[in-house]
């Protein structure tokens, strides 16, 4: 159901990212007219036009349809950005010869999309052979082309848009995906270990944040005291933002990151404490310290990143902590929502506190060469930083575009505690469970990015992906079915995942390397900033409106950020007329 849609939509991201949709017709393809073949078959029998086939053969022609995509996918193997939308073709051809020839259909699914008996043509509501590989999501029935789908129909249409844009935009004789790409930086042992540290540190910070979370909105049931606890967590790094921009250009960067993870397991064995002797205040003073060291770690880590690694392997490395750091996300989150009856927040500090300990011994092990010019950072300096950046358009652009961005995605995070266990069904847990599911998206995202070259789409990928986003917003707003608002989460987190490694990437590229420190932390405030302000408003957008109706709003702001990005990403050239103003992210070091 989904390819014809994936081609207009592949073709319109493609123009988008000044891509030429054209080079299509010189992708060199065995046997295409199988393609065009199944394509008009499956027309014909999903349209009122299948009344002309007797009822014997429908089955055998639905098969055929995917016999003939097969084949296709057989001869053309080597084209790896068509991998997704041959798997999507595997696992509904299975599903379906699983059912006797019928596609597989959860009633919730089905009940959700608002779909009755007249279309039920080749499929079977109920059936619970692979019922997992089935149409289980449903499109809102607000949407006019309101449906059921499944895994399969979703990589189907993933493929399409993927392999169009790829095509539409690629450099030369480059491979457009390439797995060495994203090992190639691990291979490095002071990267690896600065990898893993970040792993293990970020999980206990999420494990923490996000049974706090759900437990304080399952025992009170307001999203104040929601928005109270993110704005404890979240009000100390834009100090911590600030503080970074005058750190980490004046010490070294790798001594920095060791003390910082040493003095938050410090505080965190004071919030413990806190906990154990029943001390409220001391111990969320605690996590707001170190909440604001986790603004040095992170402006920190990102500028170490070039000292580690050669200028062809930033993209991919970047693409490898964001992935380190969003799984970390995604398991401390998911383990929230499957533990929250059990664990207590003396369990969660606790297994913080190790990986604090953990992450410190691993990141004295890193060696990173100095930066030249290093000096040291004043509030002059500071202003110094903020000027830097008003003068570099790209810079300014997407800090001032993540920003808008943000407001949005804060104004949903302080939302979903309601909209999913509330509105959707999903319990205490839901939080959790919607973090999760986020954060998994996030790591897929950023991973992704790494496979591939990072050419002068780059900053103009941010305005796209931010574009998308805002679309798929608004469909959360509207859907009443809890697996697929988790499936549009997780698509959102592989948006936002993509557009982060983009921005660390472009910083690294664009900016003075004694000014890394300065443009890192500056954008850390401003997000973080942005995103209080989102949370903090959260309460009064919910007593004004219901959960999904807050979250339509929130899409509105997310495409006022892909306006900012796509216009102020256009290639204009610096006004000196030099050649460095282009926002090309070219591969070659």
């Known amino acids: 159901m989904f390819l014809l849609p994936?081609?207009?939509?592949?073709?319109?991201?493609?123009?988008?990212?000044?891509?030429?949709?054209?080079?299509?017709?010189?992708?060199q393809f065995k046997h295409g007219w199988t393609v065009f073949a199944a394509l008009g078959l499956q027309v014909l029998l999903f349209s009122g036009a299948r009344d002309i086939f007797p009822e014997l053969l429908l089955e055998p022609l639905h098969l055929s349809t995917y016999g003939l995509l097969f084949a296709f996918a057989f001869v053309n193997v080597r084209h790896l950005a068509l991998l997704p939308l041959f798997l999507g073709m595997a696992l509904n051809a299975i599903a379906i010869t699983a059912n006797g020839g019928n596609m597989p259909v959860k009633p919730d699914a089905w009940e959700a999309a608002g779909l009755d008996a007249a279309h039920s043509n080749n499929v079977a509501v109920g059936a619970d052979r692979l019922a997992f590989l089935g149409d289980v999501f449903a499109l809102p029935q607000a949407l006019p082309l309101t449906n059921v789908f499944s895994v399969g129909d979703l990589l189907i249409g993933i493929g399409t848009v993927v392999f169009i844009v790829a095509i539409s935009t690629s450099e030369g004789s480059r491979r457009i995906i390439a797995p060495s790409r994203l090992v190639d930086p691990l291979r490095i042992p002071s990267f690896r270990r600065l990898v893993i540290g970040k792993l293990v540190s970020q999980l206990g910070d999420w494990l923490t944040l996000a049974a706090l979370i759900g437990w304080v909105y399952h025992e009170t049931g307001s999203l104040g005291q929601v928005a109270a606890l993110l704005l404890v967590r979240l009000a100390p790094p834009i100090i911590g933002g600030g503080v970074a921009a005058a750190l980490v250009d004046s010490f070294p960067r790798q001594r920095l990151l060791v003390f910082v993870e040493v003095a938050r397991g410090v505080l965190v064995a004071v919030a413990l404490v806190s906990v154990l002797l029943e001390i409220p205040p001391l111990a969320f003073a605690a996590i707001a310290g170190s909440g604001l060291l986790a603004a040095i770690s992170s402006a920190t880590t990102r500028a170490l990143v070039p000292s580690l690694l050669r200028r062809d392997q930033f993209a991919a490395g970047n693409a490898a902590l964001g992935f380190a750091q969003d799984g970390a996300m995604a398991l401390g989150a998911l383990g929230a929502g499957i533990a929250l009856t059990a664990a207590t927040a003396a369990t969660a500090l606790t297994i913080d506190l190790v990986t604090f300990v953990i992450a410190a011994a691993l990141y004295?092990?890193?060696?990173?060469?100095?930066?030249?010019?290093?000096?040291?950072?004043s509030a002059r300096g500071l202003l110094a930083g903020v000027r830097y950046v008003a003068r570099r358009r790209l810079l300014l652009v997407v800090i001032l575009s993540f920003g808008a961005a943000t407001i949005a995605t804060g104004l949903t995070n302080a939302t979903l505690p309601r909209f999913l266990g509330s509105e959707l069904g999903l319990g205490p847990g839901a939080y959790g469970f919607g973090l999760a599911a986020l954060a998994g998206g996030l790591a897929l995202g950023g991973a992704v990015t790494g496979l591939v070259p990072i050419g002068e789409i780059g900053g103009r990928w941010i305005g796209v992906a931010l574009l998308l986003m805002a679309m798929i917003f608004g469909a959360l707003g509207f859907t009443e079915h809890a697996p697929t608002a988790l499936l549009f989460l997780a698509f959102i987190g592989f948006l936002d995942g993509t557009t982060d490694v983009l921005f660390d990437t472009i910083?690294?590229?664009?900016?003075?390397p004694s000014y890394y420190g300065r443009v890192f932390g500056l954008g850390t405030s401003f997000f973080t900033a942005t995103m209080m302000g989102a949370v903090a408003l959260a309460p009064l957008a919910n007593g004004f409106g219901a959960p999904h109706q807050v979250i339509v709003v929130a899409s509105v702001g997310l495409l006022v950020a892909a306006v900012v990005a796509l216009v102020g990403t256009r290639d204009r050239g610096r006004p000196d007329g030099s050649a460095a103003g282009r926002i090309a992210l070219d591969t070659r070091p």
């Open 6 to 27: 994936s081609i207009f939509l592949g073709i319109a991201f493609a123009l988008l990212l000044g891509g030429k949709p054209s080079r299509l017709l010189t992708v």
């Open 364 to 377: 004295a092990g890193v060696r990173a060469q100095p930066v030249a010019n290093a000096r040291v950072v």
């Open 507 to 512: 910083v690294q590229r664009e900016a003075d």
